[in-house]
């Protein structure tokens, strides 16, 4: 009697590191013997479950390291809850065409208007375009640094801020900046000027000018 192959090609995957191949074999086994298809049909099929993969592996590990939720995306947002956003606007950003040419972006509006989704959302659809995002409280900006800062490792955790692609920072303005958090906030977005994209979203109206403003 002939030994079946698929544990030692399991061994094999696993020795190869193609992870998502070994999840998907016995399926698309099943699948090219009812469908009759070719050698090269049925490993075109189990080639693209690697690759689709590996992406997925890719964009879970930049929404991670953007510090997003994974539902807030474009596609959950609810335009219809608040009528004055002006959706080609948000299409626009959507594009990822600021982030390309180093633009920054102030969205303003009261609590409650979906701003935060937004900036989420935003940063969805650069990570889908490969691009590298990160999305801060600023709360959690500041508390990181002074952290960093007590710790010695303040200029790693600031270039850590001033390299990132998209730079997300939500709810400022909702404190007065104490120092020294108000010359932290200068010199990163000092730093940032005209080498990466910067998004803030703010309760505070009128004060700075905004791309977007509900």
């Not at 698929?6 to 696993?14: A, F, G, S, V, Y």
């Not at 992870?19 to 698309?28: E, F, G, K, V, Y």
């Not at 208007?113 to 999305?135: E, F, M, N, P, Y």
Request: charged share 25%; hydrophobic share 40%.
């Amino acid at each position: 009697m002939t030994q079946h192959p698929m544990p030692e090609i399991n061994t094999l995957l696993k020795q190869l590191r193609l992870p998502h191949i070994m999840d998907n074999l016995s399926h698309r086994n099943r699948e090219s013997i009812e469908r009759k298809l070719p050698y090269p049909g049925f490993l075109a099929l189990i080639l693209q479950d690697e690759i689709l993969g590996r992406e997925t592996k890719r964009l879970h590990a930049r929404i991670k390291r953007a510090n997003i939720r994974s539902d807030k995306t474009l596609e959950s947002f609810d335009f219809n809850f608040n009528t004055k956003i002006d959706r080609a606007q948000i299409q626009e950003l959507a594009s990822c065409r600021f982030i390309i040419e180093k633009a920054p972006v102030l969205i303003v509006g009261p609590c409650g208007t979906g701003k935060s989704h937004l900036g989420q959302a935003i940063a969805h659809c650069a990570i889908r375009q490969g691009i590298d995002v990160l999305w801060l409280p600023q709360s959690k900006l500041f508390a990181e640094l002074q952290t960093a800062r007590a710790a010695g490792r303040y200029e790693k955790k600031f270039n850590e801020y001033v390299k990132v692609p998209l730079l997300i920072i939500d709810d400022f303005g909702l404190r007065p900046l104490p120092a020294p958090q108000d010359e932290d906030f200068h010199d990163l977005i000092s730093e940032r000027y005209e080498q990466a994209a910067t998004m803030i979203t703010s309760n505070l109206d009128g004060a700075m000018h905004s791309q977007t403003d509900f």
